[in-house]
C-alpha cells in the first residue's frame, strides 16, 4: 500500500472514532457546540474518503478521459465543501433562532469525552506531520495543520463546558466559534478545488523551480512559454523551448532528459510535454584555444590560457566579433575540460578548432551533445587555422 493512501485509512478511522465520541458527548449533554464539532468531524472523515478515492481513480486508465480522472478528487472536494458550508449555515441556524437553551448536563463525563477527543487529535497531527516532513508531502503537511485547528476548535468547547459548570451559558458562542472553523476549512477547499478545476497555474514558487531546472541546461537557448496545472493530486507542465541543437533527434534525447530531471526534482509530476525548435545558424562561433602569446594554437583544451573566439555572419563567413576570452577554469582542480566546454557552449560555440582529437573525451561529449562540431586543423596558427576554415566554408582543413 501506498503511504499516502494508508496515511488516509489512518484519517478516516481517526475521524470515525472522533466522531463517536463526539456523538456520545453531544448526546449525553445536548451541547449545541459539540453537534457542530461532531458536524466538523464528520466531514473530515468525508475528505479523507475523497483523498482516498483520488489515489485509487487516479491509478485507474479511462478510455473516454485521456488526460486521466484526476480532477474527480476535486469535483467531490468541491461538494465537500458545498456540504460542510450548508452544515454549518444549519447550525448557526439552530444557534441564533433556536431560543435559550438549558445549560449543557452531564458536564464531568462530556469533559472526560472531550479530553480524549483532544488527545487523539493531537496524536494524529503530530503523526501526520512527521509522515509528511518525512515525504515532503504538502497535502499531508496542511492536513496536519488542518488538525491542529480542529484541536483549537476542540479546546474552545471543553472552555465552554468548564464555563457551564461555573453556572455561564457559554455553550452558544462555544458553537458561533467552531462554526466559524467550519467555515474557513471548507473555504479553503472550495477555493483550492475551484482553481484546480479551472486549471489554475501551479504556484509561483514551483513556476520558477522549473524555469531554473531548464535553463540550467547550457544547450537551452530560452523559454518561449511555460504553462503548469494542477489535476487532482498531479502536476501538468508543458514547455516550449528554443534549443542549441540541429539534430532532430539529440532534441528529442535532450527533451526526454529535461522531463526526467524536472520529475525527479518536483514531487507528483504526472507529464512533461515539451516541444522545441532549434536555433538554426544565424553566425558560426569559432573558438581556438590559444598560447599565451595570443596567436600559436594550443596543444591543450582545459588548460589553454586563452580562447580565441570569432563570430562568423552566415551565410557568408564575414567576421563580425574577433575576441580573445581568459580561460575562467585555468585554475580549477577537477573536470576542467567540461567546465571549460561548458563555457564556451554559454558563449554560442558552434565549432572548436582544435589540434587534439577531442572524441572520446569528456569535452568532446559535452560539445558534441550539444551539436557544435570539433574540426582538427593541422595549422598551429590561429590566424591560418580561421583562413583554412573560412576557405573551406567549415568543410574539412
Ligand atoms: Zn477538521
Not at 451541547?31 to 482516498?52: F, G, K, Q, Y
Not at 496536519?144 to 468548564?162: C, E, G, K, Q
Not at 532549434?278 to 573558438?287: D, P, Y
Request: aromatic share 8%; with cysteine; proline share 3%.
Amino acid at each position: 500500500m501506498e503511504s499516502s493512501e494508508k496515511t488516509a485509512w489512518l484519517s478516516i478511522l481517526t475521524n470515525t472514532l472522533l466522531v463517536c465520541i463526539k456523538t456520545a458527548v453531544a448526546l449525553a449533554s445536548g451541547s449545541v457546540a459539540v453537534v457542530a464539532d461532531t458536524i466538523h468531524s464528520l466531514t473530515d472523515v468525508v475528505s479523507a474518503a475523497v483523498i482516498l478515492i483520488g489515489i485509487k481513480i487516479a491509478r485507474r486508465p479511462a478510455r473516454g478521459f485521456p488526460y486521466g480522472l484526476y480532477k474527480v478528487e476535486n469535483l467531490v472536494a468541491l461538494l465537500t465543501s458545498l456540504l460542510i458550508l450548508f452544515a454549518g449555515y444549519e447550525i448557526l441556524k439552530t444557534v441564533i433562532f433556536g431560543g435559550s437553551r438549558p445549560l449543557p448536563e452531564n458536564i464531568p463525563l462530556s469533559i472526560v469525552g472531550i479530553c480524549a477527543t483532544l488527545i487523539i487529535t493531537w496524536l494524529f497531527s503530530r503523526y501526520e506531520l512527521k509522515k509528511g516532513e518525512e515525504t515532503g508531502s504538502p497535502s499531508l503537511i496542511a492536513d496536519a495543520r488542518h488538525v491542529w485547528t480542529d484541536m483549537l476548535s476542540t479546546l474552545v468547547i471543553l472552555a465552554a463546558f468548564v464555563g457551564s459548570a461555573l453556572g455561564l451559558g457559554l455553550d452558544t458562542f462555544a458553537a458561533v466559534i467552531v462554526v466559524f472553523f467550519i467555515a474557513r476549512s471548507a473555504m479553503t477547499i472550495l477555493v483550492d478545488s475551484v482553481r484546480v478545476l479551472l486549471d489554475a497555474s501551479l504556484d509561483f514558487a514551483t513556476i520558477t523551480k522549473i524555469r531554473d531546472i531548464v535553463l540550467s541546461d547550457p544547450r537551452v537557448v530560452q523559454i518561449n512559454q511555460l504553462w503548469a496545472r494542477n489535476a487532482g493530486r498531479y502536476k501538468f507542465v508543458e514547455l516550449d523551448l528554443v534549443l542549441r541543437i540541429n539534430d532532430l533527434e539529440r532534441g528529442h534525447s535532450l527533451t526526454e532528459e529535461i522531463e526526467n530531471r524536472v520529475k525527479f526534482e518536483i514531487p507528483q509530476v504526472d507529464r512533461v510535454l515539451i516541444h522545441f525548435q532549434s536555433q538554426g545558424k544565424t553566425k558560426e562561433v569559432i573558438a581556438i584555444p590559444i598560447c599565451a602569446d595570443r596567436q600559436t594554437i594550443s596543444m591543450h583544451f582545459g588548460e589553454a590560457p586563452f580562447f580565441r573566439l570569432v563570430d562568423l555572419q552566415q551565410p557568408n563567413n564575414t567576421v563580425t566579433e574577433d575576441r580573445q576570452l581568459e580561460n575562467p577554469f585555468l585554475e580549477e582542480k577537477k573536470a576542467k575540460g567540461i567546465k571549460v566546454a561548458q563555457w564556451l557552449l554559454e558563449n554560442e560555440v558552434t565549432t572548436l578548432l582544435s589540434l587534439q582529437d577531442q572524441s572520446g573525451k569528456g569535452p568532446g561529449f559535452v560539445l558534441g551533445n550539444s551539436g557544435a562540431e570539433i574540426l582538427l586543423t593541422e595549422s598551429t596558427n590561429a590566424d591560418a587555422a580561421l583562413a583554412a576554415f573560412v576557405a573551406n566554408k567549415g568543410e574539412a582543413l
